[in-house]
C-alpha cells in the first residue's frame, strides 16, 4: 500500500493547531478557577473581620470546593467552626486533613493540634488527652502539654498533673514547684495520716515558701491530738509568712487554748493586726483576750480604726443593750449587709466564694485568692 505523503503534511499543521487550542482551553479554566478562589477566600475574610461568621463559613466552603488541595482554607474553616461551636464539623474538617497523604510533616502536627483544640473545647477530655500526647516531640509539645495539665487538674488526677508539670518544668517553661506542692497536698487530704504527712513535708520541702502545706498538716496535727505539734508549725508559719496569718488565725486559736499557748498566740495576732488589720486576725484576739467582759470591745476599737460592717455586726451582737435599745431587725439587717463582706474574691475572675479556696472554682487558678475578705481589699 502506497503512503500519501499529502496526508502527512496536511496533518501536522492540524495536529498543532488543536493542541494549540486544547491548551488555550486548560489555561483558561486555570485562570477562572485561580481567580475564583481567591475572590471566595477574601471575601470570607473580609466576613470574618466583619465578625460575620455564618457569611464567612460560606465563603471558605466555597473556596474549598473550588481548590480542595489547599489546607490553608480547610484550617480557616474548621478553627471557624470551633469558634462557632460546632465541634463536628470542625472534627470533620481537621480528620479529613490528616488522612490526606500529600499533607506535609508540619501540616500533620497543625492539624492534630487543631483537632486535639476541638475535642478540648467540646468537652471530650479522654479524645482531647489521647490527641495531644500524639503531638510529643513536636513543635506543639509545650502547647499540648499545658492541655493536658489542664485536663488533668479538671478531672483532679493528681499523680499525672504532677508527672506534665514535672516535664514543662524541665523543658524551660516556668517554675511549677508551687503547683506541685499544690498536687502533693489534694493527695494528702484523701490519704491515710502516716502517708498525708510524708507528702505535705515533701510539699514543704518542694515550696517552702507557700503556706498551705504547713497549715494542712497543722490541721492534721490538732486532728491527731497534738496540739503543741501543730501550734509550732503555725507560730513558725507567722514567722515565715506574714501575709497568710489572716487564714490561720482560726486554727491558731484553736490549739493555742488546747495547748496553754495563748500568750504567745495573742503576741502573734496582735502583732499582726498591728502591722496590717484584719477581720479573721481581730476574731483570733477578741478569743484569746484574757478578759472576756473587754474582749469584744476590740471591735469597737477596730470601727475607729476601720469602718467595717462586719465588725459592727459583731460587736452590736456581743454588746449587752438594753431591752428597749435592742433591735433584733437591725441586727439581723446588719448580718444580712455583712455577708457578702465577709467573702473571698478571686483577683483572677472575681468569683466570690465563703470559704478561702486554693485553686479557684471558677477559673481554675491557683493561689488567686488572697488571704483577706472582700470588705478588706
Known sequence: MDFDLGWLL????????????????????????????????????????????????????????????????????????????EYER???????????????RAERHRAQHALA???????????????????????????????????YERSRDWVQAAEIAEKLEAS????????????????????ATAEAELLLREAMRMAPAAPRAAMDLAAL?????????????????????????????????????????????????????ELSPSIDVLDGIVALDPDPATAHNWYAKHLRREPSLVAASRWLAAEKLEAEQYHPDVQRALEHAAKPLARYRCAACGFETKQHFWQCPGCQAWDSYPARRVEEL
Open 10 to 85: 496536511w496533518g501536522l499543521p492540524i495536529a498543532f493547531v488543536l493542541g494549540w487550542v486544547a491548551s488555550r482551553l486548560d489555561l483558561r479554566q486555570l485562570r477562572i478557577e485561580n481567580r475564583q478562589a481567591p475572590k471566595a477566600y477574601f471575601r470570607g475574610l473580609n466576613f470574618l473581620l466583619n465578625e460575620q461568621q455564618d457569611q464567612a463559613i460560606d465563603a471558605f466552603i466555597e473556596a474549598v470546593q473550588n481548590d480542595p488541595d489547599t489546607s490553608e482554607l480547610h484550617f480557616a474553616l474548621g478553627n471557624l467552626f470551633r469558634r462557632r461551636g
Open 90 to 104: 470542625a472534627v470533620r474538617v481537621h480528620e479529613h486533613l490528616l488522612s490526606r497523604g500529600d499533607l506535609s
Open 117 to 151: 483544640l476541638d475535642f478540648l473545647k467540646a468537652g471530650l477530655l479522654d479524645r482531647a488527652e489521647e490527641a495531644l500526647r500524639k503531638l510529643e516531640k513536636t513543635a506543639y509539645e509545650s502547647q499540648a502539654l499545658l492541655a493536658l495539665l489542664a485536663i
Open 172 to 191: 524551660g517553661q516556668g517554675n511549677f514547684s508551687g503547683r506541685r506542692a499544690h498536687y502533693l497536698c489534694e493527695l494528702a487530704a484523701t490519704a
Open 221 to 273: 496535727r490538732r486532728r491527731a491530738g497534738d496540739n503543741a505539734g501543730a501550734f509550732e508549725l503555725l507560730s513558725g508559719l507567722a514567722q515565715s509568712a506574714p501575709p497568710s496569718i489572716p487564714l490561720i488565725a482560726k486554727l491558731l486559736t484553736e490549739v493555742a487554748k488546747a495547748s496553754s499557748h495563748q500568750a504567745e498566740a495573742l503576741a502573734i495576732l496582735r502583732d499582726s493586726y
